[in-house]
């Protein structure tokens, strides 16, 4: 058995047999969290002075603040580069420190640490979210409770109120007469000038229902609710008509902006998403490079170190 020392000085001393060619380990983890650490921690650090810059802008005072769209366009440059900083810096390290003069080990060290920070990063904005929407659930549910119960102590005063007021046939009347108005306007189905304006207005509610349901009326219906909105209203039948067919075509009008508005909303979510899908796949992709040609630098002032 011989110790041949492996010419990668932060790795231990191998042993093997016969003077074999050494293998040893392409990686160092401590250099790889190490990178992604500094990455992290400096991305964090550039991120907050440029909270710090931007709450300067605001003057409320003077009411010069810039726009929220400056603010968006100028705080998304600012997260960019402070990111690929954090990045360049965590590969610059994490090459340097893997102790590997090797162009494509310090490029793979890079690689990793790009890797493990997006990975810790999207691991800390989820917890931070998920705190988020627990607190405001949590808020939001304690209020309910407390206005409920608030609710509850006013509702049961007024029915205290109530019922020492009100007694048992006051109750039984009015009841009663509003069973026999309900009963009076569903029995329709008569002359509309013989019949109450509630049975009109329910019969006319009956058959504005059922065109909107069904997308038309049929001739005897139409010519139903002709006559029901010329009693009502007192007008002619020809006037009736007009009057239905203005509000048809008001009902269709205002069906088609409806629609246009959901599908314009639809399209504008969908360019949203896809805007958004490739801001950060571009995103990543700089970061990626960024990572790599500081793992390169770094990598080089390594082998420059040996000379």
């Known amino acids: 058995m011989a110790v041949v020392h492996s010419p990668y000085p932060a790795q231990d001393p191998l042993v093997v047999a016969g003077g074999a060619v050494p293998f040893h380990r392409r990686i160092s983890w401590g250099a790889v969290l190490a990178g992604a650490a500094i990455a992290i921690t400096t991305g964090l650090t550039l991120n907050l002075l440029g ?37 360049g810096l965590g590969g610059y390290a994490a090459a340097r420190l893997s102790g590997s003069p090797d162009r494509t080990d310090g490029a793979l060290h890079g690689l990793t640490v790009w890797a493990t920070s997006i990975l810790v990063s999207a691991l800390l904005l989820g917890n931070l979210a998920s705190g988020i929407a627990h607190t405001a659930v949590s808020s939001a549910s304690s209020l309910l409770g407390g206005v409920a119960q608030g609710a509850g102590s006013v509702v049961s005063t007024a029915g205290e109120q109530a019922a020492n007021r009100t007694s048992n046939q006051t109750l039984q009347s009015g009841a009663q007469a509003l069973v026999d108005r309900v009963q009076n306007a569903l029995s329709g189905g008569g002359d509309p000038a013989s019949m109450t304006p509630d049975q009109r207005k329910a019969e ?89 040609l500081g793992a390169r630098r770094g990598t080089s002032a390594l082998r420059a170190s040996r000379l």
């Open 204 to 292: 006319m509610a009956r058959l504005a229902a059922k065109r909107v349901s069904d997308g038309s009326l049929t001739a005897p219906d139409r010519e139903r609710l002709t006559a029901l909105v010329a009693a009502e209203y007192g007008i002619s039948p020809q006037e009736a008509q007009q009057r239905i067919q203005q509000a048809e075509q008001q009902v269709q009008q205002a069906t088609q902006e409806a629609e246009q508005r959901a599908r314009a909303a639809a399209d504008a979510t969908a360019k949203g998403a896809a805007w958004a899908a490739f801001s950060a796949f571009v995103t990543l992709l700089l970061s990626a490079i960024v990572a790599l």
């Open 51 to 87: 909270a710090a810059v931007g709450a300067t802008l605001v003057d409320a005072t003077a009411r010069d603040t810039p726009g929220a769209t400056s603010f968006g366009i100028g705080a998304a440059a600012w997260l960019l580069v402070s990111n690929l900083i954090g990045l």
